[in-house]
């Protein structure tokens, strides 16, 4: 990189089309019978009306208008992103395809109708639609962090420092018919302040993210900028304070600067929390997420699922242990009391590359001595690590905690298997393979989510 030699010029190259809409992106939407599309292209609104004609197979399309966005230099907090880094983005679009039926496939093709009536088409696609929340069917979540993008020729990049994240982008499309939903809870592309790589990114899931529903939660390398509100005050983001996440992708957020929100899909509930946000007891997403928790109908949607990015729960990491930690500041101490009231299954969180599993835990004490089956009452929350998407690998400290049942340092993503109301099964796969290599399984009736545990139900007393 110091000293670059010449070695050959190409002939001159160009785009068919340079404007040509790409990398199409689904999104779960506020509603549960509501699919987002997003993507990019160069056209802006006064040149072409961006839509997406869609449809059940066999049946007649509907065309669905798309809103634009796009940000300029200015909208960045500091460099790179506002220097060197900046690159127009072009313009993002997204259209909200409404009223679909539970579990149908439905085929779509993203469009601008330019001002003499000629069409420019993307590539055609299809997708599953949700099920209603509650409904009684097989649904498979993958969870993740950590990934960000990388070269298949293997040249040389900015950032050039996420080894698995090739591995983890082709076993999960080589699995793509036996998945549902996608979350990668934080830490994306890490540009970090280099706009073009997150095209480069988008390119790369696009068989993925055009497929089923890819969500996002907010990491550091997303958001994190001095006196921009972030609640670390460092500068992971390289400038782009959240601007770029919160406009490639979308998320049913009431306000995507705040990148928290409720997700109902069949028989799970997912409570995504921020991390780069205060989350402490008082805030607004410390409301939000009890709110999450309390008002979920554990009789028809029994999973209710925890995702953030940074460790908010537990973890035996050498950059958490070596500050007398097992995660950040105040965040077990704060959030722990909820997912004890509310008996929240599974927490997942990023930030750390690597995995790690815990037995079900409450103030740092096992709840439960079984490891590979839970069956009635949990009595504690589990907790995962799943760092692993595919940035350079951390280190585990060589003290081992009681409450840490699996550790692993290597590239991997963790599938959830809901078979119905009482049988759940979660995997943790290397993406080297895709084979399962920690297991286990949850069997329950819906009065062992009703009863009682430490700490989970109102003080009462004898009295008559």
Request: aromatic letters at 14%.
């Amino acid at each position: 990189m110091s000293k670059p030699v010449l070695v050959a010029v190409s002939n001159t190259i160009s785009f068919v089309n340079p404007k040509a809409p790409v990398f199409p992106r689904l999104a779960l939407g506020k509603q549960w019978n509501e699919i987002t599309v997003t993507w990019t292209s160069g056209y802006s609104i006064s040149e072409a009306v961006p839509f997406v004609e869609w449809g059940k197979f066999g049946g007649s399309p509907a065309q669905t208008p798309a809103g634009t966005l796009t940000f300029s230099q200015n909208s960045m907090c500091g460099a790179p992103a506002r220097t060197v880094g900046w690159r127009d983005p072009g313009f993002i679009h997204t259209s909200f395809l409404h009223g679909l039926w539970p579990n149908q496939m439905y085929y779509y093709k993203v469009g601008h109708q330019l001002s003499n009536g000629t069409i420019v088409w993307g590539k055609p696609y299809s997708f599953k639609a949700p099920p209603f929340p509650g409904q009684e069917s097989l649904q498979r979540v993958v969870i993740f962090g950590d990934m960000g993008k990388a070269e298949r020729d293997g040249s040389n990049e900015y950032s050039n420092n996420q080894p698995g994240s090739l591995n983890t982008t082709d076993t999960l499309i080589k699995d793509l018919d036996n998945i549902d939903v996608v979350f990668h809870i934080g830490d994306i592309t890490y540009a970090n302040g280099y706009l073009s790589q997150w095209d480069q990114f988008t390119a790369q899931i696009e068989p993925i993210a055009s497929h089923v529903p890819y969500m996002l939660a907010s990491g550091n390398h997303e958001r994190d900028w001095p006196d921009s509100g972030s609640y670390y005050d460092v500068k992971d983001s390289g400038g782009e304070c959240g601007v770029l996440a919160e406009t490639m992708f979308y998320v049913p957020a009431e306000n995507r600067a705040n990148y928290w929100y409720t997700i109902d899909y069949g028989m799970f509930r997912f409570c995504i929390g921020d991390t780069e946000h205060d989350w402490t007891e008082g805030s607004e997403q410390y409301k939000f997420l009890e709110e999450c928790f309390a008002t979920v109908d554990r009789k028809h949607q029994p999973w209710l699922i925890f995702a953030a990015h940074r460790v908010l729960g537990y973890s035996s990491s050498s950059g958490y242990v070596a500050k007398g930690l097992t995660g950040e500041p105040n965040g077990r101490e704060s959030l722990q009391p909820l997912w004890q009231k509310y008996r929240v299954d599974l927490t997942f969180f990023g930030h750390e590359h690597m995995y790690e599993r815990t037995c079900p835990v409450y103030e740092n004490q096992c709840v439960n001595t079984n490891k590979t089956q839970y069956s009635g009452t949990m009595n504690g929350t589990i907790h995962a690590v799943v760092g692993g998407g595919g940035k350079s690998l951390d280190d585990f400290s060589t003290l081992v905690p009681s409450w840490s049942l699996y550790r692993d340092v290597d590239f991997g993503f963790v599938k959830l298997t809901a078979f119905n109301h009482s049988s759940l099964l979660f995997e943790y796969k290397k993406s080297r393979d895709g084979q399962a290599y920690d297991t286990f399984t949850i069997t329950r009736e819906y009065k062992d989510v009703l009863a009682c545990v430490i700490d989970s139900c109102p003080p009462k007393t004898l009295s008559s």
